[in-house]
């Protein structure tokens, strides 16, 4: 059985052919993605955790990247997407790098206000 995994964010075919895709950064935009779990929840879940941001609720993330059209995935740097495959799917959480280099700046931004 082989996966496909496209870049949610700019399209590029992060994997094809593969029996296991393996966390990695995609080829096209340098976003990193993370997960790889058989509900989205639980891949947020597992990416917020080897991103060191474990403390932040993967419920309220899950919601928040859900609810950005394509277009605001792209531009806000996050997008939760599954592979293709045979039957059982994995998901996986893509994150661009923040202009400061946190990889996980972008997530936060969605869930916590704007200081000001």
């Known amino acids: 059985m082989s996966a496909r995994l496209d870049c949610p964010l700019c399209g590029a075919v992060v994997a094809d052919g593969v029996p296991d895709i393996t966390p ?5 935009c340098g976003a990193r993605y993370e997960g790889g779990e058989g509900a989205a929840g639980d891949a947020v879940r597992a990416a917020l955790t080897v991103l ?42 893509f994150v661009r790098q923040s202009d400061g280099g946190d990889p ?12 000001g």
Do not use: H, K, N
């Not at 919601?63 to 998901?91: K, N, Q």
């Not at 997530?107 to 200081?115: D, G, Q, T």
């Open 24 to 28: 990695g950064m995609c080829p096209g």
């Open 52 to 93: 060191g941001a474990g403390g932040l609720d993967p419920a309220q993330v899950t919601d928040a990247v859900f609810r950005l059209s394509p277009e605001e995935s792209a531009d806000r740097g996050v997008a939760i997407t599954s592979d293709a495959r045979e039957g059982f799917y994995c998901w996986w959480l």
């Open 104 to 115: 996980v700046g972008a997530v936060r931004a969605l869930i916590m206000p704007a200081a």
